[in-house]
């Protein structure tokens, strides 16, 4: 057994399938692996709510069957880069599945901000942060904030105020080659960034964070895409296409509870969603 600590594009050499077992967290640590790599991940939710897994503890046989006869497909998932400015420099770059949320530091004044799209300033007001989500986080944090549900399959950018202090602060949904941009002004305290709620950086006042299509971190000069993707495995034990798509999935009374197996599976949960993890 070797442990791998290290998320590069040789972490997984000769692998051909990620398979995470745990919660919403270890999933997106195995993300990490499986974008640095190219190798698709498979997730079996051992926690409350796993909205990225494929399946759940009680299916785990199956699973094994499935990954030994080669029974399933691999869906795709784009993600996010993240660059932070400073004075004209760029002081830190990063990543996101779900998303970048760009959040005050403390509970004691609001974070104001200024948004662009493209270059072109929308507008500007008082809050407790932005989210920047891929549609695979529309049903994360963003969902939390008021956003739209995006169903994985769309390729689109999502800009959703928390708790804006201002009339018309409405969630926006972009062209998925736009660039967002959450400028943070110069005379407030320090804000923060939080990148699928496992990576943080403080941001000083003045900083400037831009939100992108991931690019592809393959490196070949033959890539076509030149997008990054994160593959999640589908098995076919699983037939999520009940057309519920990802709502099936969100909950509707505001509970994070979700049925263990044979009830998961009458029901037939959607397809794969953002997850909603904070730390």
Known sequence: METVTEATPQCLEGCELLIVLGGDGTLLRGAEFARASGVPMLGVNLGSVGFLAEA?????????????????????????DVVVHKNGNIVHTDWALNEAAVQKAGAEKLLEVVLEIDGRPVTGFGCDGIVCATPTGSTAYAFSAGGPVVWPEVEALL?????????????????????????????????????DGRRTVELPAGARVEVRRGLCLCGLPGCITRRSRIGLSRSSLCLFRDGAGPLSKVPAGG??????????????PAPLSGMHSRG
């Open 56 to 80: 759940e503890r009680d299916d785990l046989d199956k699973v094994v069957d499935r990954v030994v006869t080669r029974a399933y497909e691999v869906e795709e998932r784009m993600t996010v």
């Open 255 to 268: 509970g994070l509870s979700r049925p263990r197996g044979g009830a998961a599976h009458r029901h037939g």
């Open 159 to 195: 800009m959703v105020p928390i708790s804006a202090h201002a009339l018309f602060a409405k969630p926006l949904v972009t062209s998925p080659d736009s660039v967002l941009a959450v400028e943070v002004l110069p005379h407030i305290p320090p804000g923060v960034l939080w990148c």
